[in-house]
């Protein structure tokens, strides 16, 4: 046998374990398994992201607390200085009606942001206990597939094993030159060779002059102009 056609036999068994390790990385369980990895990393990223909302909120609570105590005891202050010291004139009473306003407004702009604050503090608890849920769902599922996908691949990986073994065995007659141009050509095109049929190159059907198809019918090495692939006649 010529290199090109141990080369050939070699392709075929290259190409075998090539489509079972393609096959694996396909599999149906792992891509599930990987979607679901992924929507478990998101709602990580989601929960991470209401718990810094609810501690920024706790936080915005209590400056407001304590806004509202200030706010409070000025105007308890303010009721004071009205027993203490009654208005005498019109202009007194305005300014200690005006004063009274603003505390009370202030008072009640607090009121409405704690409201708020609160409401949207508990719609985010309740958020964050359906991601939590919905997380432990999707885990128990991970897992359970996780399991089936584990002695899906310790098989096929046994059969891939064997394959790679088949194809290492029909390496060792190839000289290094030709197995050295396989690899460099698989970079860029799988399959790396491709028989000539009709006159053409069996990978991209283009056609070749009779002094190429001289030099291919001579077993010597040529590659397709059109796809890179190495021809043998």
Sequence with gaps: MTQLDLLWEYQTADTEADMLAHSIRQSPKR???LKIRDYIRDQQENLKTLESEIHAMTDRMDVLKEAIS???????????????????????????????????????????????????????????????????????????????????YKEKSEILER?????????????????ARYAAIKQHCTPPMAKLINEQCGGCNMGFPSSVLATIRAGKQVECETCGRLIIG
């Design 163 to 179: 394959l790679r073994a088949v194809a290492e065995e029909k390496k060792k007659d190839i000289e290094p030159e030709y197995l």
């Design 31 to 33: 891509q599930k398994l």
């Design 70 to 152: 200030l706010a409070d005891d000025q105007l308890k202050a303010l009721q004071k200085r009205v027993q203490d010291e009654p208005p005498t004139t019109s202009e007194e009473i305005a300014l200690y009606i005006a004063e009274a306003e603003q505390l009370s407004n202030t008072l009640n702009e607090y009121d409405q942001e704690v409201r708020q604050v609160r409401k949207s503090a508990s719609d985010r608890d309740r958020r964050q206990l359906d991601i939590k849920m919905r997380a432990i769902k999707s885990k128990e599922e991970f897992d359970q597939l996780r399991v089936e996908y584990d002695d899906e």
